[in-house]
């Protein structure tokens, strides 16, 4: 079985296990204040473009989502997010479990815009009732979003705009940002990214890492005591440098640039297969994850040799399903796979 | 001003401040262990058929939805409630405060359906990620609904017998379920309620109260430990009794039907007003809320007299209002409104 | 059985039910915005200097002390207390609910001392991990103490001096602030504890209220979007105005402190006759708390004729028991009680 | 500097570093759903004496004890625990987070007894105001424990035979369970504390691993949707494979024994040499971890050349520090402070 269906179906990159051993000897302090943290720590400072930006470590996604959300509402206020958003779905209700609600708002590619905001911020204002709701306390994107599509760079500043003015933190949630950032459509950079704001992180799990995200924290008011946050819901990793030499490793000359575009290449070469085949897309991504929409029986003829996700029942006799790549995907496997899609 | 804003704008029914009085400097034990708390217990108890059920007295809605929601969850999991639901838009987040999402399902008149339960648990269960999802476990229902409507009783045997079912805990909030009793399209009694839910509550605040709310609990499995969860939230009472001599009180000689029966006999008259002037109504009410649908000149006409709330833009130039009537509104009043709906 | 076993056996002041009743088909704006809310809020403002304070009414003691404490803290820090705190043993572990952790500091006598801050705060940030333990965040304290003891002035100025240099809000739990107000060992007014506190509540169920404590805020950081936290947490009454009836009439013409006083002077009488039997007293207490340790015999005997609390076994045939007067004790159950010590 | 402050210094054993290569590009299910996970599994069910046991893995330590935690009690109850405990004090309120008190009792060294547990249940249930305390609902305790010391098989027996008396479940936090079970004192087998336990976790990431702690849950209570809990509070690694071959590596011919043992020959290579020198030690430690008390001049004269933990002061002139040994200490760093002990 040739496998397609997430983008974590692998170790690390090599790159990355070989300074692991390397460094496996020696002994360093704890908890993120080893040397290997801080040269990760000033690499990506330097490509925020030497940014007065905070950098931390965690292990994993849902686990940096929730204790950035925590760190900054307070407990009256819930973060906005589109309704496909992973923490309105994914996440067990974790952000909840902090005592915050989720304001969803709707979304149809998995992108929210900047006059959502203002208008889900005015209504909340507007109502004689306010104090009995909800109040909107932080806006959470995706980028890429859960669909594989990808803000602007003038979308992701309309964002930043109305929520500046309207003192609403704005969290990017940057999973899979890599190949958002190296995707053909992408548009931006990680100073962009930095700049546009309040936090936002740079996925490693699904990127080259075994694990890791790392945490970059524009707003001076998110900062204090993050650490304390980390360490209360889980995420100050004891051995704390397994994360600061795989993050060291993904920043040294460009490599989590480099694996991330070949990832995205090779799933626009699918891409590229299934509308020549005249099959239609569920969504406009040109990101690591395609989400074609086939036949029914085309797809049970696919599932013989290739694991990949059921998304959605699209009508009678479609349904959408989701094809990932990643940094260890072979080229074989997608050469393969485009024969037998020109094939079926 | 004459007021029909809300249904909790007066004091208390006087025969409640009467007995108040009367029992002022007798001496009791604290936190709902009084006599008056036992009187009205057991009078709770026969209306809902002597069945084996636990009563215990909060002090508000609010409060109440929150402490019955939490204890009944684990906290993995949330509860099922129209997405017009008072927990889902109206409590400032007090159910996600305790840790818990709201799984709200799409209403257009403020009830939810059977099958709609059905399918959100089905949806759940069939999904091969549900461990990243929130699980249902309690579906919230209101009765009458935020909107005035009324779940008849094959609806709620419905509900009951899907929940049953499933596994699903239904809790009821009856913050207003004297006026849903009594309504002309009512058509079941305490009993009924007490039978088809798990545990439900008799709105006391809204009905006749200074405040208060009537817990009934069916469900042994939600009985354990109540009274902590009540302290815990604060909603135990030092001078429960209070509570207790004014349920005793509204359970004395039908007093709590009586007055909830002519509430909304006024409402009644109301409604017929409005549609006799050949205005439309937002939602179907046959209980002490009026959602009727005014040209904007014509709520700004009434306005000049009258309070009532703003409930939405329906189309430029119409909106929909909400008219409450109480155990305290005064027959003039509604007298009074009804000649100068006639005359707009 | 005459009851001496707390201060809540009682319902309110008469010249409380009579404005109930005078104003109970008044129609009000709800949630606390009506003209006796406003009233009551001009009248402690003025008690409490003029002071740039604001004034929020709540139901119950735990409630306020939840609310209150869980507004203040953010996620990683805990509340300061006495290991005897109201907080700490008798709230359900309502604070932790809310996610924080009571940080307990011993004391004997239900005080706690700027010195014991200041060793808390100090241990805390000079241990090198200090961000994997609670942040002291708070300190809240009792006046009077669970024990019937007062902080003198002097003692109240240190904690206030270290908790402003060391930036921790100071919150004074007043459930039965008047009982120490005109204490006859009491040496400050409202203003003082205004002056000396960030926030503090003034009790009204524990003195001549049905229910409701009022909650002073000085420190502006605290009063951001407090109505929120008062909804979210089941403490915002509809019918808000009974709140403000109640204390409007407490702070007319100083009921408050009239019948604060006379409660007092009861139980010093009681005091005083247990000191002249010979009997020793439990805690130093000159307000309506007394806690004389007697012969377990001597207690057998008036168990037969008056209630009261048990409190700790002092040792093999001796207990301490509490006694509690209230605005509501009658002189003759005080005279009677008085003979029947003197006669053991 | 020649490093003996923790037991997490290091990376991992190298087998485990092998095997993360060897199968680096294996394409598996994520989350724990892998190969590698079933094998670890099934490893440790067997070192259980096949017991009907439930295994799942984590990242972390805190990550783990709160989520134990928070799955097995309701919301009105705590877990007991000594004041020592880790959760009391080194995990930032963890445990509070999630909404439940420590209730902690005294210990001098790191451990609680049964009659502690069985007083504290009973002080709870006899007093007439329970229903305003936490109720006790687990008993958590750490084997070895924070100060390296054991206990004994009849010790867990007698807590086990009183928690199963009570009802309440009983964790171990096992973070250094190798170092006890390989003691030269230590008296019990992996299959005794999981016959005597509910819930306890075999610690990786002290003992050997990256990361990892492997939870072992015999109660079946405790087991029902544990995996979501994993989830909702970060600790479900997408690439859960790497806990699984790490585990599985741990307990592939016995590899966690025989590393534990021998750190704990070295730690008590250290304990001899401190006491031959006249030194008195804090704790009566026979695992990894040794607590001498050393004049504060020769402290000094060591950290010129090692780098050990400050522990406590003891009194004037003398601290308690502490020494740790690991699978990864090297012989001749143990010789060479010998030596220098020898020498002060």
Known sequence: MIRFECDYLEGAHPFILKRLEETNFEQTAGYGEDPYCAAAREKIKELCGGADVEVHFLVGGTQTNFTVISAALRPHQGVLAASTGHINVHETGAVEATGHKVLALPSEDGKIRADQV???YEAHWNDKDHEHMVQPGMVYISQPTENGTLYSKEELQALHDVCEELSLPLFLDGARLGYGLMSEAGTMTLRDIAELTDAFYIGGTKVGALFGEAVVIGNPLLRKDFRYFIKQHGGMLAKGRLLGI????????GLYFEISKRADELAMRLR??????????????????????????HIEKLKEKYSFAFWE????????VRFCTSWATKEEAVDGLIRDIEAL
């Open 313 to 320: 029942a699209v009508d009678d006799g479609h349904s959408a």
């Open 118 to 120: 203002r208008k889900a």
């Open 246 to 253: 795989q993050f060291d490793t993904l920043f040294t000359e």
């Open 272 to 297: 590229r297969a299934f509308v020549k085949k005249g099959y239609e897309l569920r969504y406009d991504s040109c990101t690591n994850q395609q989400f074609p929409i086939l036949p029914d029986d």
